[in-house]
């Protein structure tokens, strides 16, 4: 059974930083990419940013330079670092792991940006 476990969301003042963890078990994590989506209030889901087995990373662009993903196989975990946080990155952010035909989905946590 594939779990994702996203932790890490919360209230944050503009400006701040927060970090969200994600963990993996079920999927033989390393060869996975890793990512991390979002959705806003009535909007569509969207990529946040991604993470391959490779190492490549790519971001979208309202977080590039404030955003960072990383991953730790030995932990079976993927982390977003995200920083000079604005009312607009408000929203439930979801870890995803993707290979070929097979993607997986956390249930989400929250974050809001808010003083």
């Known amino acids: 059974q594939v779990q994702l476990v996203e932790s890490g969301g919360g209230l944050v003042q503009p400006g701040r930083s927060l970090r969200l963890s994600c963990a993996a078990s079920?999927?033989?994590?390393?060869?996975?990419?890793m990512g991390w989506y979002r959705q806003a209030p009535g909007k569509e889901r969207e990529l946040v940013a991604i993470l391959t087995s490779g190492g490549s990373t790519n971001y979208a662009d309202s977080v590039k330079g404030r955003f960072t993903i990383s991953r730790d196989n030995a932990k079976n975990t993927v982390s977003l670092q995200m920083n000079s946080l604005k009312p607009e990155d408000t929203a439930v952010y979801y870890c995803?792991?993707?290979?070929?035909?097979?993607?997986?989905w956390g249930q989400g946590t929250q974050v809001t940006v808010s003083s």
């Open positions: 079920g999927i033989s994590f390393s060869i996975y990419t």
């Open positions: 995803n792991a993707g290979r070929v035909r097979n993607t997986y």
